[in-house]
């Protein structure tokens, strides 16, 4: 008799990323984040998220880190002030750019930035297998192959790799607007492929979360009404037809009637540093992230 073959090592769980990664309607790329660039600052704002990450990731003293995907450095900047030599790669030379000016300005000597790709050819970059003590990647495996960028962190790591992903839809997306008007997003639950994945590949990680608020802030009404338009047309672009979402637009415009308030905030810098607006909703949306780590 043939030994049964577990159900989860026969799934693709990296073909059916693949798929997912192709339905999305927004992919990153570093034109997107360029542009993004210019709205953030680098002024630091208190975040939770950066908090919770460091003391899970527990890096120790003296350990190397490759950010993989550090955007403006939100956490290769406290990485460098605690002492560590830090190695901050991203495709977004305008998300480099802020880190470079906040490391200039503090006269970091600890990060090394590169700019690059998750598809790029890493060794031609100076970053080779067991390059650095600690890998992480965090809220950047925007990828279309997750199981080559997974991978990629497990070669380069000397001793440990910790990431997150998204543990339900978009964190563009506000699921209870689209709940409220009677539409709904296609949910991908970023980290159960990575743990899938993972575990074909005989690596066992260890699986945490991360709670944090986002607020979103809007100019006025009618701002905060086109930015929910395109969220609502991201969004279900699979799971909508387009009369159904013209159908959905005045229970946006009465949803946002009932929970916009005056932002007491107003012009102190959000969790990216960019000014907060005039307007917010009644309650921040709270955002569920998986820690995911492994040793090597």
Request: overall charge negative; aromatic content about 8%.
């Amino acid at each position: 008799m043939q030994n049964d073959v577990p159900l989860l090592i026969e799934a693709d769980w990296s073909n059916d990323w693949k798929h997912y990664q192709a339905l999305r309607r927004r992919s990153d790329n570093a034109a997107f984040w360029d542009e993004r660039s210019k709205t953030f600052t680098t002024k630091d704002a208190p975040s939770a998220y950066i908090e919770a990450f460091l003391r899970l990731a527990d890096i120790q003293p003296g350990n190397t880190v490759f950010d993989m995907g550090c955007g403006n450095g939100a956490l290769a900047l406290p990485l460098a002030r605690a002492g560590h030599a830090v190695i901050a790669a991203d495709f977004s030379r305008g998300m480099l750019d802020i880190l470079r000016a906040t490391q200039a300005t503090e006269h970091l000597d600890g990060i090394t930035t590169v700019q690059m790709s998750w598809e790029d050819d890493w060794e031609l970059f100076g970053i080779g297998k067991k390059s650095a003590d600690v890998c992480i990647a965090s809220r950047s495996l925007a990828v279309a192959d997750l199981r080559d960028a997974l991978l990629r962190l497990t070669a380069v790591a000397r001793k440990r790799v910790c990431i997150t992903l998204a543990t339900g839809a978009s964190p563009r997306t506000d699921e209870r607007v689209l709940r409220a008007i009677g539409l709904h997003a296609r949910v991908g639950r970023d980290y159960q492929y990575a743990f899938n994945i993972l575990a074909n590949e005989g690596i066992q990680p260890t699986v945490s979360y991360i709670d944090s608020t986002r607020t979103d802030t809007f100019d006025n009404f009618n701002a905060a009404y086109l930015n929910f338009k395109r969220m609502i047309a991201d969004a279900t672009a699979h799971t909508a037809s387009d009369t159904q979402r013209e159908h959905a637009l005045p229970r946006l415009q009465e949803w946002l009637r009932d929970n916009l308030v005056p932002n007491e905030h107003a012009g102190e810098p959000d969790e990216k540093g960019r000014p907060q607006a005039a307007l917010r909703l009644a309650i921040p949306r709270t955002l569920r992230w998986a820690f995911l780590s492994w040793e090597v």
